[in-house]
């Protein structure tokens, strides 16, 4: 994997425009990893996926991440930064888990953590509770009790739990969490954080300030949009401050 020029960024940018979550997150990182399959990007575990798209991310906009939460038990918009790289390297498994086994109250399940095909697989429509039960089945390599078949939709909640919680234990970047505190409640909590609709924002953001710039710099000196984009931010910065005075 290697860092993007302003050009591929603007190019994968363009690509995940109309695209949901999951394939933004992919286009994202084939962008970067031109040596790997986008096959085989795809069948990241999502914890995995993630922990690249950070580095991606610290690359192109820095480590330093600013983000906000609502307080679960006053409301207030509470802001936040945190370096991620920091944050979540203790998470990290070396290399990924792939293929997990457990044996939990007479069953032996096998499992994989889910990936990118399995998030792409889930209904848009369907409700939080079908989603999991849906991932959890597409996670489920097999599962037996004393050497008969049984299927997901069989197994008892105590098993599905203990698998549930293996799951995130071979995958635990898969679950981002940041610690929080309210200023004015001092609650304290732990909020979801999801790198690829932040990521993506930003990225949304940098292309709007990118395309104005190009429009500035094409204008003023006849340019390509090739030529402005390879000048580094500093000179481009600098240029469109001269052809403004
Ligand atoms: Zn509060």
């Not at 007479?106 to 999991?132: F, H, K, T, V, W």
């Not at 409640?185 to 999801?194: S, V």
Request: net charge negative.
């Amino acid at each position: 994997m290697r860092p993007l020029s302003a050009a591929e960024l603007l190019c994968a940018w363009e690509d995940g425009l109309s695209r949901g979550p999951v394939d933004r997150a992919l286009v994202l990182l084939a962008a970067a990893s031109p040596e790997a399959a986008p096959d085989s990007l795809a069948a990241l575990p999502i914890g995995e996926r993630d922990s690249r798209l950070l580095a991606l991310r610290a690359w192109i906009f820095g480590a330093t991440l600013a983000s906000r939460a609502t307080c679960p038990e006053c409301g207030e918009q509470v802001e936040f930064s945190f370096d991620a790289a920091s944050r979540f390297a203790p998470w990290r498994n070396e290399p990924p888990q792939t293929e997990i086994g457990i044996s939990f109250a007479g069953y032996d399940l096998c499992l994989r953590p889910p990936n990118s095909i399995d998030m792409a697989a889930l209904s848009l429509d369907s409700d939080a509770e079908a989603r999991r039960s849906h991932l959890f089945a597409r996670s489920l390599v097999s599962a037996s009790k004393n050497g008969d078949p049984v299927g997901a939709d069989r197994l008892p909640p105590e098993v599905v739990a203990a698998a549930a919680e293996a799951l995130a234990k071979a995958d635990p970047l898969a679950d981002m969490r940041v610690d929080l505190g309210c200023p004015t409640c001092e609650y304290r909590w732990q909020a979801p954080f999801d790198i690829v609709p932040f990521f993506w924002s930003e990225i949304e953001a940098w292309a709007c300030r990118i395309l104005r710039e190009v429009h500035v710099l094409a204008r003023a000196y006849g340019w390509s949009e090739r030529d402005i984009l390879e000048l580094s931010p500093a000179r481009r910065q600098a240029y469109i401050e001269l052809a403004g005075s």
